[in-house]
C-alpha cells in the first residue's frame, strides 16, 4: 500500500499569509493526488485534483504542484475561511485510496 | 445539484450489525463509482470501501474485509455498507462519497458508535 505523509501536522498562521501543506507519497504517483478541505462537524470538499486542476468553484488562491512523490498545497493568500484541516489522498494505486493524515491550520 | 443523504448510523454493541445507507439524487446514479470513508472521533479520513458503478466490483480496506460488505440499488440511487461484527474501532463518521478516483461529492456523514 501506498503511504501518505503530510507535513507540517498543525500549522498557526494570519490573514494574508501565504501558506504551504506538503504531501509526500511512500512510492511515485503520478500527479493521481487530490487535496481537501474539512472544517468542523463538516464533510470533506474536494479542492483539487490531478495534483494541480482546480475544483470547479474553488477560489484561484489554492493552487497544487509537484511530481513524482512530493506535493504541495499553496494558499497564496490567506482567508478568514480558510481556517480548516487539509487532507490529501492518493489514487494512482487503488485500493486502498490513502489519506494522508491532515494538516490543521489555525488562525495565529 | 448534487445531494447524498446517509442514514441508519446508531449506538450498537460490540459484535452487533449495522446498515447503512446513502441515498443521492441530482446526477445518474448509475453512472458512478461510490465510495464510503469513515473518520473516528477527533482522527483523520480512512476509505473504506468501494464499488463501481454497475456494482459488479467491490474493494475493501483490509480492517473491514470479511465483516463489511457494499452493495448499491440504481434502480432505487441508493448506496449501502452492511457492517457485521463490529468493533470498537469502527466507531466513526461515516461519509459516503462519489467519483471513482478524487471523492467529489460527500454527503453530511452519519455516526456509528460501537460500545456496550
Known amino acids: 500500500d501506498i503511504q501518505m505523509t503530510q507535513s507540517p501536522s498543525s500549522l498557526s498562521a494570519s490573514v494574508g499569509d501565504r501558506v504551504t501543506i506538503t504531501c509526500r507519497a511512500s512510492q511515485g504517483i503520478s500527479n493521481s493526488l487530490a487535496w481537501y478541505q474539512q472544517k468542523p462537524g463538516k464533510a470533506p470538499k474536494l479542492l483539487l485534483y490531478?495534483?494541480?486542476r482546480l475544483e470547479s468553484g474553488v477560489p484561484s488562491r489554492f493552487s497544487g504542484s509537484g511530481s513524482g512523490t512530493d506535493y504541495t498545497l499553496t494558499i497564496s493568500s490567506l482567508q478568514p475561511e480558510d481556517f480548516a484541516t487539509y487532507y490529501c489522498q492518493q489514487y494512482y494505486s487503488t485500493p486502498p485510496y490513502t489519506f494522508g493524515q491532515g494538516t490543521k491550520l489555525e488562525i495565529k | 445539484e448534487v445531494q447524498l443523504v446517509e442514514s441508519g448510523g446508531g449506538l450498537v454493541q460490540p459484535g452487533g450489525s449495522l446498515r447503512l445507507s446513502c441515498a443521492a439524487s441530482g446526477f445518474t446514479f448509475s453512472s458512478y463509482w461510490m465510495h464510503w470513508v469513515r473518520q473516528a472521533p477527533g482522527k483523520g479520513l480512512v476509505w473504506v470501501s468501494r464499488i463501481n458503478s454497475d456494482g459488479s466490483s467491490t474493494s475493501y480496506a483490509d480492517s473491514v474485509k470479511g465483516r463489511f460488505t457494499i452493495s448499491r440499488d440504481n434502480a432505487k440511487n441508493t448506496l449501502y455498507l452492511q457492517m457485521n461484527s463490529l468493533r470498537a474501532e469502527d466507531t466513526a463518521v461515516y461519509y459516503c462519497a462519489r467519483d471513482r478516483l478524487e471523492l467529489r461529492d460527500w454527503g453530511q456523514g452519519t455516526l456509528v458508535t460501537v460500545s456496550s
Open positions: 490531478a495534483a494541480s
